[in-house]
Each structure stands twice: as C-alpha cells, then as structure tokens.
C-alpha cells in the first residue's frame, strides 16, 4: 500500500517564501510521475508541477519563475520551493503519485498554504 505525508504548509506574508514536502513508502518502482496540485475555496483542483522519475518537469504558468519543483527518488520524497508567493497561491496543496503504465495515481491529504499579511 503506498502512502503520501505531505509537510511545510502554513501561513506566509506575500513575498515570502515556503518549502512543502511529501515523503511516500510502500510499493513504489518503475517510472512514475510526482507532482503538485492546488484547490482553493470554490476552484476546481488545478495542476502547480510534475517532475518525473528521470527529472523532466512541467510548471503551471502561473508558476513558473517562482516555484522548483524536484525529487530525491533515493528518499522517495518530492519537493516544493515556493518562492514570491501570492495570496492567490492560498491553497490547499496536495501531493500526487502517479504511474502512467498501469494508470494509477495516489494522492496526500493535502497541506495548507495561506498567503496573507
């Protein structure tokens, strides 16, 4: 059974900065996928990133420049850095696992970013 333990959300005043973590265990091998997505208050959940298990990653535009998504497959835990943050950042972030071949994904319990001052 694989599981996701998101870490790092919270509050943050625009500009700043946040590193969320999600660390998994269980039966993960092969290629696979690992990303970021949003939902905020009344939104459809919303693609952040995707990196996958070679390195090649995909940002959502309103990212990019801002946030680096990355992975350390030895700890089997991907990574956030959110840098200049927004409060239309303000979120509930959740960390997705995803293996295309046999169409499969897992998801964290999500963590909380709220971006205010």
């Known amino acids: 059974q694989v599981q996701l333990v998101e870490s790092g959300g919270g509050l943050v005043q625009p500009g700043g900065s946040l590193t969320l973590s999600c660390a998994s265990s269980?039966?993960?091998?092969?290629?696979?996928?690992r990303g970021w997505y949003r939902q905020a208050p009344g939104k459809q959940r919303e693609l952040v990133a995707t990196?996958?298990?070679?390195?090649?990653?995909t940002y959502a535009e309103s990212v990019k420049g801002r946030f680096t998504i990355s992975r350390d497959n030895a700890k089997n835990t991907v990574y956030l850095q959110m840098n200049s943050l927004k409060p239309e950042d303000t979120a509930v972030y959740y960390c997705?696992?995803?293996?295309?071949?046999?169409?499969?994904?897992?998801w964290g319990q999500g963590t909380q970013v709220t971006v205010s001052s």
């Open positions: 269980g039966n993960i091998f092969g290629f696979n996928v």
């Open positions: 990196v996958s298990t070679g390195g090649s990653t």
């Open positions: 997705l696992l995803r293996f295309p071949t046999i169409d499969r994904d897992y």
